[in-house]
Every structure is written in structure tokens, then in C-alpha cells.
T-cell receptor, first 111, second 114 residues
């Protein structure tokens, strides 16, 4: 089945540690996105990529980094510079301006 | 800056009722509007996508309308069922140069009581 796979489902970060969230899609979509969701709030865009080897900052990119070396993969690194990383992280993809498809999310917490 | 508002934040209805969820946006220069469903602890499931040139889209018991000029969209759910209980989010796509970005509302949490 085509879809988006995010891993791990739960992740814990220690003080000063960088952690990487995985996002893989087999939908052959060009564009991929990372969102952050906090309780009671809508989704906020962290980074997006419209094509391999290119990505753009979203509204809340500080403390995060991404790479897009392959079409199907768009990993997100939460760096130690992100002081409030506890949130639900969602990855999405689409083709041009078609419907965005989402993974099941990664919940990140601080130890 | 585009802002998307969803009212009400929460809604509780008895099973079988027809209901309407509202979404408003401040910038009418949208490319399309999408309605999603989110179950607790899960990702988003796309329900309906309305292009800016369209007035409505239908899928089963769901009907979404779009009025760009007034900055409004509604999601109509007919004959609601307990399985419809979830958070419903709307999002608009803005086009800025070559970039396509979605802006989300905060969602309406729907509970359908058996």
C-alpha cells in the first residue's frame, strides 16, 4: 500500500541531545513537509521541500534541520537549540497542489 | 498573514443529527482548501479537497462548500454516527512564487453520542 511511514512512534530526548525523526513515502510525491502540533493548536509548518536537494524554512524552523537527499525520504533533526521540543510531529507529502497525505506522527518528549 | 479560524472549538451532538462545521480564512487568494479528520494520537486523514474554482465537493455523507469571496468554508456531515467522533481541521493552500504552503485552523473536536 502507498503511504507515509514515520518512525519512531515515540521518542525521548535528553538535555543537549540532537534527535532525528524519520519520514519515508512511497507515493512518488515531489513535495514533503514537516509540521509541529501542540495541544489545542493547529499544525505549524517547520520545513518543506518541493524537490530533491532543495528545502525551505517554514514558520517555526529555528532549532530544526532537514535534508532531502532522496525523493522518498525527508528526515527532521530536532537540535539542542530547540528549547521546547515536546510536541507531536507530523510529516506529509503531496504532488503539486494536490491533497496532502500524512503519516501517523512521532511524539517527542523530554527526559 | 493568512489566518484560519474554526468555530466552534468543540461540538457534541446526538447520533443521527446533521451538523455543520465552520472554517473562515482572512486572505481570499487561496489555491485550494482541504478538510481533514484527526483521531486521537494519529495523523491527519484527508476528507475533501476543494479547488479555488469550485464551490463544493461531496464524499458520501460529507459535503464541503467554499465561498472564496467571503473567506468561508463549511463541512456538512449528514446523519452523524459515533464513528464520526474526531477532530476536524481545515487548511488553505497559499501560493507564493513557487511555494505551496498550507495554513491550518485549530480544529473542531466533534463528539457524536450514541
Amino acid at each position: 500500500d502507498g503511504g507515509i511511514t514515520q518512525s519512531p512512534k515515540y521518542l525521548f530526548r535528553k538535555e543537549g541531545q540532537n534527535v532525528t525523526l524519520s519520514c519515508e513515502q512511497n507515493l512518488n510525491h515531489d513535495a514533503m513537509y514537516w509540521y509541529r502540533q501542540d495541544p489545542g493548536q493547529g499544525l505549524r509548518l517547520i520545513y518543506y521541500s518541493q524537490i530533491v536537494n532543495d528545502f525551505q524554512k517554514g514558520d517555526i524552523a529555528e532549532g530544526y534541520s532537514v535534508s532531502r537527499e532522496k525523493k522518498e525520504s525527508f528526515p527532521l533533526t530536532v537540535t539542542s537549540a530547540q528549547k521546547n521540543p515536546t510536541a507531536f510531529y507530523l510529516c506529509a507529502s503531496n504532488q503539486y497542489t494536490g491533497a496532502q497525505h500524512f503519516g501517523d506522527g512521532t511524539r517527542l518528549s523530554i527526559l | 498573514k493568512q489566518e484560519v479560524t474554526q468555530i466552534p472549538a468543540a461540538l457534541s451532538v446526538p447520533e443521527g443529527e446533521n451538523l455543520v462545521l465552520n472554517c473562515s480564512f482572512t486572505d481570499s487568494a487561496i489555491y485550494n482548501l482541504q478538510w481533514f479528520r484527526q483521531d486521537p494520537g494519529k495523523g491527519l486523514t484527508s476528507l475533501l479537497l476543494i479547488q479555488s474554482s469550485q464551490r463544493e465537493q461531496t464524499s458520501g455523507r460529507l459535503n464541503a462548500s467554499l465561498d472564496k469571496s467571503s473567506g468561508r468554508s463549511t463541512l456538512y456531515i449528514a446523519a452523524s454516527q459515533p464513528g464520526d467522533s474526531a477532530t476536524y481541521l481545515c487548511a488553505v493552500t497559499l501560493v507564493t512564487g513557487s511555494a505551496r504552503q498550507l495554513t491550518f485552523g485549530s480544529g473542531t473536536q466533534l463528539t457524536v453520542l450514541p
